[in-house]
């Protein structure tokens, strides 16, 4: 009770002369009004009074607020009160003391808050804001465009060099022999190897053979045409180099070289005596001895006979295994027609087996070219060849439905096509085939019933035909 007749004590006091003022203005207000209409003393008394009102509260440390209250166009009431000035600045202000309805004075109590100036931020307007967006969208459309061009150029760049690598240059065929007097027209052979008249005449003897990509400048045909008219080497018979269309075993000469060029030969890992100055029999790959070709003395040839003309034939091309070989088989390979053996394995053959080898190697005994990525069929133009008896065609790309040909193949002795894409079904006449010792086609997709029964002269030692789609099993025969 003691404490709260101190706080009662504190309150009137500071309140006491805020109603003493009011009290006093009214009064004063009062009096002006009534003598005012004339009465000399009413002027006379307010200005005493309002002599006093200043003296006594300018003489306090607080200020003195006045609120009139509005009567009808007149002030004729007045309400003083004194008050601190930090209190007012934290009391809202529009021009007047709040009062309630009796006449006193509102009291307000503001709360204080401690803000951290670090933390306080400017508030933009919403255009500001906009605009700032707007800045923000163009900064990282900018950037992304650029991003954009980056990556284009990163991709383009390496994929134009690649390609424009292997670009050849415009097909150029050659032009006939020159007129008597000669044309003004320029030679369109290249100025390094410019046109002559042995070229030319190289090139109207092979036409029967290889056609018209003899005139394709940069053609396996074309290089071999050109080696034989200026790059050759070995001694002829009149005293000079390389042989002329007149010479025997020119055309053979070039089909080696045609197949060095088509077979990417600058590149092989083993090519001893390739367009060299020697025989071409003596050549690696058709270098040495295979059953029926070869003997000492001559290389992989069968030697010529007694009648004039005749030259050492290639019979043998055993190029062996990884010894990057990259192209596809020249027809014009067909033309040695006393080819016996034939090796190239696990290296880069491309394409189809060309008909024209079929129709020429009637004496073909042994067909390795497993390991590589032709495609395709066995040409029929292999049906019926009495020498064939070992063939690989494993691990390619062959497909098609299963060729028919090898049922012809009556000495075939070892097939082996597994690992290829070939499709259909196995003809009985694989049954029938009395030489047969190791048949294997795993790997493939031929489908439907096997053979009923094989030969009782048969020689099978080895059957495979895992992974197909058979739907039989073996014969008990």
């Given at each position: ?161 690649k390609f424009t690598k292997n670009v050849v240059n415009k097909t150029r065929y050659v032009s006939d022999p020159p007129t008597e007097p000669p ?214 790309n062959f497909n098609g439905t299963w060729p028919t040909v090898f049922d012809t193949l009556k000495n075939l002795e070892w097939l082996d096509a ?60």
């Amino acid at each position: 009770e003691a404490h709260s007749d101190q706080v009662q004590q504190e309150q009137d006091n500071y309140y006491g002369g805020a109603a003493v003022a009011a009290v006093a203005a009214a009064s004063t207000a009062g009096a002006y009004q009534q003598d005012s209409n004339g009465d000399d003393m009413g002027a006379e008394r307010k200005k005493k009074e309002d002599d006093y009102n200043a003296s006594y509260y300018d003489g306090n440390d607080g200020d003195v607020e006045m609120a009139m209250k509005n009567n009808g166009g007149g002030y004729d009431e007045a309400y003083c009160f004194e008050a601190d000035t930090e209190i007012m600045a934290e009391i809202q202000q529009d021009n007047t003391v709040q009062v309630d309805e009796s006449g006193g004075i509102q009291a307000f109590v503001a709360e204080t808050i401690e803000i951290d100036g670090d933390d306080v931020g400017i508030i933009k307007s919403d255009a500001e804001i906009e605009a700032e967006e707007k800045r923000k969208y163009v900064k990282y459309f900018g950037a992304a465009v650029c991003c954009l061009v980056v990556v284009v150029v990163a991709v383009a760049v390496p994929l134009t060099l690649k390609f424009t690598k292997n670009v050849v240059n415009k097909t150029r065929y050659v032009s006939d022999p020159p007129t008597e007097p000669p044309s003004q027209m320029p030679s369109i052979m290249p100025s390094g190897q410019p046109t002559s008249t042995k070229f030319m005449e190289i090139v109207d003897f092979l036409m029967p053979l290889s056609g018209n990509s003899l005139k394709v400048q940069g053609s396996p045909q074309y290089k071999a045409a050109m080696w034989m008219e200026s790059g050759d080497m070995m001694p002829n018979s009149r005293g000079g180099t390389g042989l002329s269309i007149d010479d025997a075993g020119f055309t053979q000469r070039y089909i080696m070289a045609l197949f060095y060029y088509a077979m990417d030969g600058d590149n092989w890992v083993q090519k001893q005596g390739w367009l060299s100055e020697k025989s071409e029999c003596e050549w690696f790959g058709i270098d040495g001895f295979s059953a029926g070709c070869g003997s000492d003395g001559i290389g992989g040839c069968i030697k010529r006979s007694d009648f004039e003309g005749d030259y050492n034939k290639v019979c043998r091309l055993s190029m062996g295994r990884l010894n990057n070989l990259f192209g596809e088989f020249p027809k014009e390979m067909g033309q040695l027609e006393q080819m016996r053996y034939v090796e190239i394995q696990d290296d880069w053959l491309i394409g189809t087996i060309p008909t024209e080898l079929g129709r020429g190697w009637r004496k073909l005994h042994t067909f390795l070219i497993g390991g590589n990525v032709m495609h395709g069929g066995i040409p029929s133009s292999f049906a019926n060849n009495e020498f064939l008896g070992t063939v690989f065609i494993d691990r390619n790309n062959f497909n098609g439905t299963w060729p028919t040909v090898f049922d012809t193949l009556k000495n075939l002795e070892w097939l082996d096509a597994e690992g290829n894409d070939f499709t259909g079904t196995l003809s009985p006449g694989i049954g029938e085939l009395k030489s047969l010792r190791i048949f294997n086609i795993n790997n493939n997709s031929i489908s439907g019933n096997l053979p009923d029964t094989f030969d009782e002269s048969n020689l099978m030692e080895d059957f495979e035909v895992a992974y197909n789609k058979f739907s039989s099993t073996l014969p008990e025969s």
